[in-house]
């Protein structure tokens, strides 16, 4: 089966189209005129042709495609703060691999142009094939748990090397997860649609990120340059999310996550929703429960988002086998297998055995296992350390994701 991003095998060497600096400041005042939206903009362009010639036009003209508000705010005198920006602007375009895609250049995303509001400008710093190639969308609590974390990881990476870019807002918790997950596919890419002007980073402990999302990826903002970080700002950058893949995968979420929001637009847009279940107790699996109960696809593994997408993950390469191997050694494993991993003692089986997937208290776990405190504490311990569980604020535990079922003890 093809890979996700085949049919967009010409992408890699696309170019935003070139703006002089008349063109840029037309842009830049009708996208800064208070009263104009982008969709009389949208509606007005699609009947001019160009920013210039827009202002050009009467306002009889005017009026009578977008309305007397539009018209006045279009041929109002531009704010001094936009003839202040325009310099920066022009600097900022003339550094590597920095775009500015305006709404009717050829390489402005397809998927954006399906929405009924898309951004006039928007500041692209990376590759622009990604915006061009099928994408998921991972999403999630900023507050996540260990496991959240890891799962989100180990989707975007798996998601990414089947070719599909993996695109979050920059976020603590599950979006920086699912970025830095994209980033170790040997073929993917990420794409970080942020909430600020594409010159700042927010938050500030994910400024090694945005550099590496710049390098490997690509970040995108629809806000002029030097915009701080407002709450308004936020479900706003969503609804590009959402504009820019064919699915959103919602990874732990609260009943008023601002994920929820990104998977309903995702819907309203026709893209699928896909949420991972988690414990009837945990209060970040409630967002996620909320959207299955909406029709989201309860999901589980990457192949079954791949599989809905049309899509597949790469083939494996097979293993050597070692040619002194024999078939039936004293394991009884196959020449490929490893070695087994060392065993856990019988009491940290039994915390195992007795450690769910919803967070334990220390009573909880005492209470299934009728270990005593110290006892418990060193089997706890073990377990942290052979990476089989995960300790949580609060005093809770929670097993790994990875950690197998216990061993049956004779």
């Known amino acids: 089966m093809a890979p996700a991003n085949a049919q967009d095998v010409g992408c890699k060497a696309m170019r935003a189209h070139p703006i002089n600096e008349a063109e840029l400041g037309a842009w830049l005042a009708l996208t800064g005129a208070r009263g104009l939206g982008p ?3 949208r ?36 704010p001094a703060t936009i003839c202040a920006h325009l310099p ?115 938050p500030a402990r994910h400024h090694a990120l945005a550099h590496a999302i710049a390098a490997q990826g690509a970040i995108v903002s629809e806000w002029p340059l030097g915009t701080p970080a407002r709450p308004a700002h936020f479900p706003q950058r969503n609804r590009l999310i959402a504009g820019l893949v064919k699915g959103v995968l919602v990874v732990e979420a609260a009943v008023r996550s601002g994920s929820l929001i990104t998977a309903r ?12 279940p988690g414990s009837i107790h945990a209060p970040l699996a409630r967002g996620c429960h909320a959207l299955i ?21 790469p083939s494996a390469p097979r293993r050597p086998q070692r040619a002194d191997a024999g078939t039936d050694g004293a394991s009884g494993g196959t020449p490929d297998e490893p070695p087994d991993a060392p065993s856990l003692s019988p009491k940290a089986e039994r915390v195992l055995a ?14 299934r296992t009728d270990l005593p405190g110290a006892a418990l504490q060193a089997a706890l311990l073990e377990l942290e350390l052979r990476a089989c569980a995960h300790a949580l604020p609060g005093g809770r535990f929670v097993r790994a994701a990875r950690a197998g079922p216990p061993s049956r003890h004779a």
Request: with cysteine; glycine share 10%; hydrophobic share 50%.
């Open 39 to 41: 969709v009389a903009l």
């Open 43 to 78: 509606a007005l362009l699609a009947a001019f042709g160009s920013p210039m010639a827009l202002r050009a036009q009467p306002f009889g003209a005017l009026a009578a495609v977008a309305g007397e508000a539009a018209a006045r705010a279009v041929l109002a005198p531009p």
């Open 88 to 202: 920066a602007v022009t600097a900022w375009c003339a550094q590597p691999d920095n775009h500015l895609l305006a709404l009717t250049d050829p390489a402005y995303p397809p998927g954006l142009l399906a929405m009924h509001d898309p951004p006039p400008l928007l500041y692209v710093k990376g590759r622009l094939d990604l915006l061009h190639t099928a994408a998921i969308a991972i999403v999630g609590s900023r507050d996540a748990t260990p496991q959240g974390l890891e799962d989100a990881g180990r989707f975007a990476e798996a998601l990414a090397r089947a070719g599909l870019a993996v695109v979050s807002g920059l976020a603590l918790g599950i979006d920086g997860a699912a970025h830095h997950g994209a980033l170790r596919a040997e073929r993917g890419g990420t794409v970080a649609v942020v909430g600020t002007g594409i010159d700042l980073v927010y």
């Open 265 to 276: 637009l995702a819907n309203e847009m026709g893209r699928d929703v896909f949420a991972l």
């Open 293 to 313: 109960k909406e029709g989201a696809r309860l999901t589980e593994t990457p192949e079954e988002i791949l599989d809905e997408l049309g899509l597949s993950l």
């Open 354 to 367: 007795a450690l769910g997937h919803a967070p334990a208290t220390l009573e909880i776990l005492a209470a």
